[in-house]
C-alpha cells in the first residue's frame, strides 16, 4: 500500500537512516559524557566516539580528521567560513567573490561582511545556471581574500565547476571556500583533488540528524585559518566554541560512511528514477527543466510548468511533499531568486517544482508522481484562460493587462 | 497554508469552467488579472435580453486555489440573478462564504472586478455606457 503523501524534498531534509539512529543510540542514553572531559572514562568514551567520526568523515571528503571543525549546520558553518576568512585575512585584503544562486547562508553572510566594510561580487549565472569562468578571472583584484561559489545548487541540483573556480582563486592568492551541502554524500568529493580551502556541509542532506554540520577547513597548502564567531572554551581547534553534540556528531559520521559506501549505486538507481520522472513530466507540453542537465546532482529535477499557476499547482499535488519556486508567504509572491538568476519570467519561477528524491523513495512512488503531477497540471491548463488563449494562438505579451 | 473545505471543494469540482461564444451580442466577458500577479480570471455570462437575467455564466482563472474558488463560486451565484442583483455582488461576500484568510482577499476583489468587468462588456455590447470600474 502507498503511503501518501509521498516525500520528494530530500533537498529541504533527508530521513534519518536507521542504520545512523543505531549509531546514535548509546550516545543519547549510555555514553553521555562531554568530549572535553579528559579526566574520567565518561568523557574518554565520548571523545572516542566524535574521534571516530571525524575519521569517517574525512573518508568520504579525502582529508585528515584534524581538518573537521564541527558546527551546528550548514548556516553555521558557511557564516564561520565567510566571517572568520574575512576577520582572519584583513590584513590582506577584503574582497570576497560569490555569485547569485547562493544559499542565502552565503549571500546574507556576504551582506553581513558588506556592512562591515567588506566588498563583495555577486557573479551573475548563465541560462543554466553556471558562472562564467572569464566573469570570474574578471572580478579577481589583489584585495581578493576569498571567492565562495556552492557545489550543487539546491533548488536546481547545478554543479559548478569547481576545480575549474578553485585553479582560478588560488592564482591569484585567494581562499577558494564551497558550500558542500547538497553535494556531500551524493557524489564524490575530494578536498584535495577539486583544490577545496574550506567547505560547509551538514548531516540532515544525506540521511544524518539535524543540528550537526562541519566545516571543513584545510591545515596545509595553505594552512587555513578561521577566526572563531563564538567564544567560550576554545574548542575545535579555538574556531568553533561550545560542547561537542556528541550523538550529533556519531551520526553525521555514520552518514558519511554510508554515503561512502552506497554512493554509487545509490547514483545509479537515483538518477534512473530522476530521468524516467523528468522524462515522463516533459511530456507534457510547455513544461521545462530548470538549470543544467549535464552538470547535476544524480537526485534532483525541477521543472516549470508553463500557464498554470505555482500556488494551485502546489494544491494540486498535495499527494507529494515537493517545494515550488514560489515562496508565497503573503499576498505579494515572491518567485525563486535562483530560478530568477537563470532568467525565467515570474510566471514560470512561480510555477516550477522540486523533486529531490533520496535513497528511501521506490519505483512506485515515481509512478504515483508522474500520474499525479500529470492529472494536476492538465486539470489546472483545462481550467487556464492563459492555456486556452496560448492554444488559440494569442500573444499574451501583447496583452494589455490590468494590473491589480 | 490551510484552505477552508469550500475552498478546497471549489478547487477539486470547479462549477461552470468553461468557454461561452464572445461573439454573441448577449455574452458580456470580462478578462481580469495580470500571470505576473499570479491570478487572472476570465468570467463570462450569457443574458436573457428580455428579462435582463443571467441564464448562463463561466469562467477560467490562472490562481492559486483561492482565486479559483471565488470565480467558481461567483460563477455559480450569477445564475438566475437580474444584472442590478450581480452588479450588487460586494466581494466581502464571496470572503465570508469562501472563508477566505485575509491574505487571499485580493482573489475575491479580483472575482467582484470580474462580474463588473463582464457586466460592463455587455452594456457596451448593447449600446449601454461602460460601467466605471473602481480598481481596488
Redesign the interface.
Known amino acids: 500500500m502507498l503511503k501518501l503523501p509521498i516525500y520528494l524534498d530530500n533537498n529541504a531534509t533527508t530521513p534519518l537512516d536507521p542504520r545512523v539512529l543505531e549509531a546514535m543510540m548509546p550516545y543519547l542514553t549510555d555514553v553521555f559524557g562531554n568530549a572535553a572531559s579528559r579526566n574520567h572514562p565518561f568523557g574518554w568514551a565520548a571523545e572516542e566516539g566524535v574521534d571516530y567520526a571525524r575519521e569517517q568523515i574525512s573518508k568520504l571528503i579525502n582529508c585528515d580528521s584534524k581538518e573537521i571543525i564541527f558546527t551546528s549546520g550548514a548556516t553555521e558553518s558557511d557564516n564561520l567560513g565567510i566571517k572568520g576568512v574575512f576577520e582572519m585575512y584583513s590584513q590582506k585584503g577584503n574582497h570576497v567573490i560569490t555569485c547569485t544562486t547562493e544559499h542565502k547562508a552565503v549571500l546574507d553572510t556576504c551582506k553581513h561582511i558588506e556592512k562591515l566594510g567588506g566588498k563583495v561580487t555577486y557573479l551573475p549565472v548563465d541560462e543554466k545556471g553556471l558562472i562564467s569562468l572569464a566573469d570570474l578571472e574578471a572580478a579577481m583584484t589583489p584585495e581578493t581574500i576569498l571567492v565562495t561559489i556552492m557545489y550543487g545548487n539546491n533548488e536546481t541540483g547545478t554543479i559548478q565547476p569547481i576545480r575549474e573556480i578553485a585553479k582560478i582563486a588560488h592564482a591569484h592568492g585567494a581562499l577558494f571556500m564551497t558550500d558542500g551541502t547538497q553535494a556531500v554524500g551524493k557524489i564524490p568529493v575530494d578536498v584535495l583533488a577539486d583544490g577545496i580551502d574550506i567547505m560547509a556541509f551538514t548531516a540532515h542532506k544525506m540521511y544524518g540528524p539535524k543540528g550537526v554540520g562541519a566545516l571543513y577547513v584545510r591545515r596545509k597548502n595553505p594552512r587555513v585559518k578561521v577566526t572563531a564567531q563564538m567564544d567560550g572554551g576554545g574548542h575545535e581547534r579555538g574556531m568553533r566554541s561550545g560542547t561537542l553534540n556528541v550523538p550529533g556528531i556519531v551520526g553525521l559520521g555514520k552518514a558519511c560512511e554510508l554515503a561512502r559506501l552506497e554512493m554509487a549505486a545509490d547514483t545509479a538507481r537515483l538518477s534512473a528514477m530522476r530521468d524516467r520522472l523528468e522524462k515522463e513530466l516533459t511530456t507534457l507540453e510547455e513544461s521545462y527543466i530548470n538549470g543544467s542537465v549535464e552538470h547535476r546532482l544524480p537526485h534532483v529535477t525541477n521543472i516549470s510548468f508553463k500557464y498554470v499557476e505555482g500556488e494551485g499547482l502546489m494544491m494540486g499535488v498535495k499527494d507529494l511533499a515537493v517545494s515550488s519556486g514560489s515562496a508565497c508567504t503573503s499576498a505579494s509572491l515572491e518567485p525563486s531568486y535562483v530560478l530568477k538568476a537563470l532568467g525565467l519570467s515570474d510566471d514560470l519561477a512561480h510555477s516550477s517544482l522540486r523533486f529531490g528524491l533520496s535513497r528511501f523513495t521506490t519505483d512506485e512512488q515515481i509512478d504515483y508522481a508522474i500520474g499525479h503531477v500529470k492529472e494536476a497540471v492538465t486539470k489546472l491548463r483545462e481550467m487556464s484562460p492563459l492555456w486556452e488563449m496560448f492554444k488559440e494562438g494569442v500573444d499574451l505579451s501583447k496583452i494589455e493587462w490590468a494590473e491589480h | 497554508m490551510a484552505?477552508s473545505d469550500k475552498v478546497i471543494d471549489h478547487?477539486s469540482n470547479?462549477r461552470n469552467?468553461g468557454?461561452l461564444d464572445k461573439s454573441k451580442k448577449n455574452v458580456g466577458t470580462g478578462?481580469?488579472?495580470?500571470?505576473?500577479?499570479?491570478?487572472?480570471?476570465?468570467l463570462q455570462i450569457e443574458v436573457d435580453e428580455a428579462t435582463n437575467t443571467i441564464t448562463d455564466a463561466k469562467f477560467?482563472?490562472?490562481?492559486?486555489?483561492s482565486?479559483?474558488a471565488s470565480s467558481s463560486l461567483a460563477t455559480e451565484w450569477l445564475k438566475g440573478k437580474s444584472i442590478d442583483e450581480a452588479l450588487a455582488i460586494d466581494n466581502m461576500e464571496i470572503v465570508e462564504e469562501l472563508a477566505l484568510p485575509p491574505?487571499?482577499?485580493?482573489c475575491s476583489?479580483?472575482a467582484e472586478?470580474a462580474i463588473k468587468s463582464a457586466i460592463s462588456d455587455y452594456r457596451v455590447k448593447n449600446g449601454l455606457p461602460a460601467l466605471e470600474l473602481s480598481?481596488?
Do not use: N, S, W
Not at chain 2, 31 to 42: F, H, K, S, T
Not at chain 2, 103 to 106: A, M, N, P, R, S
Open positions: 484552505y478547487y470547479p469552467v468557454t478578462l481580469v488579472g495580470a500571470p505576473e500577479c499570479g491570478d487572472v480570471m476570465r477560467k482563472t490562472f490562481g492559486c486555489g482565486a479559483i491574505v487571499k482577499i485580493h476583489v479580483l472586478d480598481h481596488h
